[in-house]
T-cell receptor, first 110, second 116 residues
Framework: SQELEQSPQSLIVQEGKNLTINCTSSKTLYGLYWYKQKYGEGLIFLMMLQKGGEEKSHEKITAKLDEKKQQSSLHITASQPSHAGIYLCGAEGSARQLTFGSGTQLTVLP | DTAVSQTPKYLVTQMGNDKSIKCEQNLGHDTMYWYKQDSKKFLKIMFSYNNKELIINETVPNRFSPKSPDKAHLNLHINSLELGDSAVYFC???????????????FGQGTRLTVV
């Protein structure tokens, strides 16, 4: 079965700093999803990557998938308190179910 | 106008009781899911239904029974609740289709189940 490892498990940064969250898969990824979860709320879709070497950006968040399609990174530029939450990467399975990593808890200090 | 809505949001119940969580989506999706998030925030698939048909049934105790009366609804019934069932349960929906744009899963707000 596919396993996803996320690092770091938690991250505390000062507002305005850049940060990167990594997601490594035990198998080739056919669809890699990034979601954000705020405490007590559901998951909010951020981005989906499918092709090796693909990179997508939305506002200050950039996600990349490596050429071998086994590693993805999520980069936040000039972090803000609104970026705080749990970031989850998810690998798509054959029936479109997602296998998630263990999550990265991000705290942004004002 | 919520896309995926779950009820109730909070559920506190005693061991041994039977409870249900309801989920509805108004996105016209053909696939719905139940996920469980444990106390360590680890999120794991439980069930998946496509057009009312069960397509994924992970290693989940028989006490958990999903029911899909139509494509827009997927309810989760839990019998004989145990302390270890305490978790947050998320419903989600998507369109079936491998990795295409616009087929990401939409998640409900979650139901926090506490068994005492």
């Amino acid at each position: 079965s596919q396993e996803l490892e996320q690092s770091p498990q938690s991250l505390i940064v000062q507002e305005g700093k850049n940060l990167t969250i990594n997601c490594t898969s035990s198998k080739t990824l056919y669809g890699l999803y990034w979601y954000k979860q705020k405490y007590g709320e559901g998951l909010i879709f951020l981005m989906m990557l499918q092709k090796g070497g693909e990179e997508k950006s939305h506002e200050k968040i950039t996600a990349k998938l490596d050429e071998k399609k086994q590693q993805s990174s999520l980069h936040i530029t000039a972090s803000q308190p609104s970026h705080a939450g749990i970031y989850l990467c998810g690998a798509e399975g054959s029936a479109r179910q997602l296998t998630f990593g263990s999550g990265t808890q991000l705290t942004v200090l004002p | 106008d919520t896309a995926v809505s779950q009820t109730p949001k909070y559920l506190v119940t005693q061991m041994g009781n039977d409870k249900s969580i309801k989920c509805e989506q108004n996105l016209g999706h053909d696939t719905m899911y139940w996920y469980k998030q444990d106390s360590k925030k680890f999120l794991k698939i439980m069930f998946s239904y496509n057009n009312k048909e069960l397509i994924i049934n992970e290693t989940v105790p028989n006490r958990f029974s999903p029911k899909s009366p139509d494509k827009a609804h997927l309810n989760l019934h839990i019998n004989s609740l145990e302390l270890g069932d305490s978790a947050v349960y998320f419903c989600a929906s998507s369109r079936l289709g491998q990795g295409a744009q616009g087929t990401e899963a939409f998640f409900g707000q979650g139901t926090r189940l506490t068994v005492v």
